[in-house]
């Protein structure tokens, strides 16, 4: 019998009463009475934290039962007899997968929202659960609140789906939907620390490497496709400047920060990085820490999540679904995935956005560096207006390959008259039925 089955009340394990742990409880309070009119009555009875005495005097700590066992010892919720179900809220692979082989182990039900534990290890972890009879679910993984992993796993079960694309990064949407009403990176990157949605590292946000993994626990459900986070191009938004959204504006776009995998025989094509998004794609309609995902399907069609994806109360909202589907027994529908390699060389149109030192023949040398790899220039943008010692302007290609382009701008960093490397940055095509 697994874990929990026995008893009418689920007993919850949380590790991690930080944001999304405390609204966790908060949540769980406000459906209390409805779950047990339900029968599925669900109580938290242990908390691991470090501190245990700061928690506990958090104001969200007086939605926790007073029964419960706070503790600093981790061991005394992964194996204990009053836990069905452990939900890790905590994030990062060291020590906590080890953590949560005990909790399988030992026969408890897990939930979790970390993704690179899902991206990195779920292959092992779900043999793993599936050996001990117990579940382990993780809707929180991605997008927060928006339930695009049930809705791929379970209501796009019957489709064959050939990509994804997406916001999948509410911090670095925060970021680049505010530049996009005229704010400094630096000023409003400052903005989403203050309120919690980045880190006061930042990178894992604004490098791409939260997107990528995401990207990668959606590629396994979608596209049935096992893929490393290591092998997936990820690229910074901190290069992306106040300049690059005027140039986008003229070019009927804005710039966000973009997930993108998609099938193509036996590898997948995938990429995070900012991209340049047509104003008519529903990508672009997407702001402050809104996520929005995409599927297209060859018999459903493009089908779109949207919603909050960062903060507390949306997060808790999926954790809890989880811990109610466990309470349920409800069974997720699993698909095999196959391991598949990765390629991050597509072709599609692209910007460049060079800073100079003006002089004679540039445009010359730059449409040389790209002839010579065989790209054609589509467009040449340049506004009036800046120091001809650090001029800004702007060449767009007609569709190329991403590793040729490469070696182009390899070259033309050597030119002597570049201030700055260039920045590179995809445009997505709307109205080919491929490029959403």
Same mark, same amino acid.
């Given at each position: 019998?697994?874990?929990?089955?026995? !008893?009418?009340?689920?007993?919850?394990?949380?590790?991690?009463?930080?944001?999304?742990?405390?609204?966790?409880?908060?949540?769980?309070?406000?459906?209390?009475?409805?779950?047990?009119?339900?029968?599925? &009555?669900?109580?938290?009875?242990?908390?691991?934290?470090?501190?245990?005495?700061?928690?506990? &005097?958090?104001?969200?700590?007086?939605?926790?039962?007073?029964?419960?066992?706070?503790?600093?010892?981790?061991?005394?919720?992964?194996?204990?007899?009053?836990?069905?179900?452990?939900?890790?809220?905590?994030?990062?692979? @060291?020590?906590? *997968?080890?953590?949560?082989?005990?909790?399988?182990?030992?026969?408890?039900?897990?939930?979790?929202?970390?993704?690179?534990?899902?991206?990195?290890?779920?292959?092992?972890?779900?043999?793993?659960?599936?050996?001990?009879?117990?579940?382990?679910?993780?809707?929180?993984?991605?997008?927060?609140?928006?339930?695009?992993?049930?809705?791929?796993?379970?209501?796009?079960?019957?489709?064959?789906?050939?990509?994804?694309?997406?916001?999948?990064?509410?911090?670095?949407?925060?970021?680049?939907?505010?530049? *996009?009403?005229?704010?400094?990176? &630096?000023?409003? $990157?400052?903005?989403?620390?203050?309120?919690?949605?980045?880190?006061?590292?930042?990178?894992?946000?604004? @490098?791409?490497?939260?997107?990528?993994?995401?990207?990668?626990?959606?590629?396994?459900?979608?596209?049935?496709?096992?893929?490393?986070?290591?092998?997936?191009?990820?690229?910074?938004?901190?290069?992306?400047?106040?300049?690059?959204?005027?140039?986008?504006?003229?070019?009927?776009?804005?710039?966000?920060?973009?997930?993108?995998?998609?099938?193509?025989?036996?590898?997948?094509?995938?990429?995070?990085?900012?991209?340049?998004?047509?104003? !008519?794609?529903?990508?672009?309609?997407?702001?402050?820490?809104?996520?929005?995902?995409?599927?297209?399907?060859?018999?459903?069609?493009?089908?779109?999540?949207?919603?909050?994806?960062?903060?507390?109360?949306?997060?808790?909202?999926?954790?809890? !679904?989880?811990?109610?589907?466990?309470?349920? /027994?409800? !069974?997720?529908?699993?698909?095999?995935?196959?391991?598949?390699?990765?390629?991050?060389?597509?072709?599609?149109?692209?910007?460049?956005?060079?800073?100079?030192?003006?002089?004679?023949?540039?445009?010359?040398?730059?449409?040389?560096?790209?002839?010579?790899?065989?790209?054609?220039?589509?467009?040449? $943008?340049?506004?009036? /207006?800046?120091?001809?010692?650090?001029?800004?302007?702007?060449?767009?290609?007609?569709?190329?390959?991403?590793?040729? $382009?490469?070696?182009?701008?390899?070259?033309?960093?050597?030119? @002597?008259?570049?201030?700055?490397?260039?920045?590179?940055?995809?445009?997505?095509?709307?109205?080919?039925?491929?490029?959403?």
């Amino acid at each position: 019998m697994a874990a929990g089955e026995a !008893s009418k009340t689920l007993r919850v394990g949380l590790l991690g009463f930080g944001t999304v742990g405390s609204s966790f409880a908060e949540v769980l309070d406000a459906h209390r009475e409805r779950l047990e009119d339900a029968g599925s &009555a669900v109580v938290i009875t242990r908390v691991f934290n470090r501190g245990v005495e700061r928690k506990k &005097a958090h104001p969200k700590a007086s939605f926790v039962p007073a029964s419960a066992q706070w503790t600093e010892n981790v061991d005394e919720v992964l194996t204990a007899d009053d836990v069905d179900v452990v939900v890790e809220l905590m994030g990062g692979l @060291d020590p906590i *997968e080890g953590w949560l082989r005990t909790a399988l182990e030992a026969g408890k039900h897990v939930v979790s929202a970390n993704k690179q534990l899902i991206a990195y290890r779920g292959a092992a972890m779900f043999e793993l659960a599936a050996k001990q009879g117990v579940q382990l679910l993780y809707n929180a993984a991605v997008a927060g609140g928006v339930p695009v992993i049930p809705g791929m796993a379970q209501g796009l079960s019957g489709d064959i789906i050939h990509r994804i694309s997406g916001i999948v990064n509410g911090t670095c949407n925060f970021i680049l939907s505010s530049m *996009e009403s005229g704010a400094e990176y &630096a000023t409003v $990157l400052k903005e989403a620390q203050r309120l919690g949605y980045a880190e006061a590292n930042p990178s894992a946000d604004v @490098d791409g490497f939260d997107a990528r993994a995401k990207l990668c626990v959606l590629a396994r459900i979608a596209l049935r496709a096992e893929i490393n986070p290591d092998d997936v191009p990820a690229q910074t938004i901190a290069r992306v400047d106040a300049i690059d959204f005027a140039y986008a504006k003229e070019l009927g776009c804005t710039v966000r920060q973009v997930a993108r995998a998609e099938l193509d025989g036996d590898t997948v094509r995938a990429a995070v990085g900012p991209a340049l998004v047509p104003k !008519s794609s529903p990508i672009a309609w997407s702001h402050g820490t809104q996520n929005m995902v995409v599927t297209s399907g060859r018999f459903g069609g493009d089908v779109v999540f949207s919603g909050h994806g960062a903060g507390g109360h949306p997060t808790a909202v999926a954790v809890l !679904s989880d811990v109610i589907a466990v309470a349920k /027994g409800s !069974s997720k529908v699993r698909m095999p995935a196959r391991k598949l390699k990765v390629s991050g060389d597509v072709t599609a149109p692209f910007y460049l956005r060079f800073v100079v030192k003006d002089k004679p023949g540039i445009v010359a040398a730059i449409a040389g560096a790209l002839a010579k790899e065989d790209i054609n220039i589509d467009a040449i $943008l340049q506004h009036h /207006g800046h120091a001809s010692e650090r001029l800004p302007f702007v060449v767009t290609t007609e569709p190329c390959l991403s590793s040729t $382009l490469e070696r182009a701008v390899t070259e033309m960093t050597k030119l @002597d008259f570049m201030h700055d490397p260039p920045v590179v940055m995809r445009i997505l095509v709307v109205d080919d039925p491929d490029n959403i």
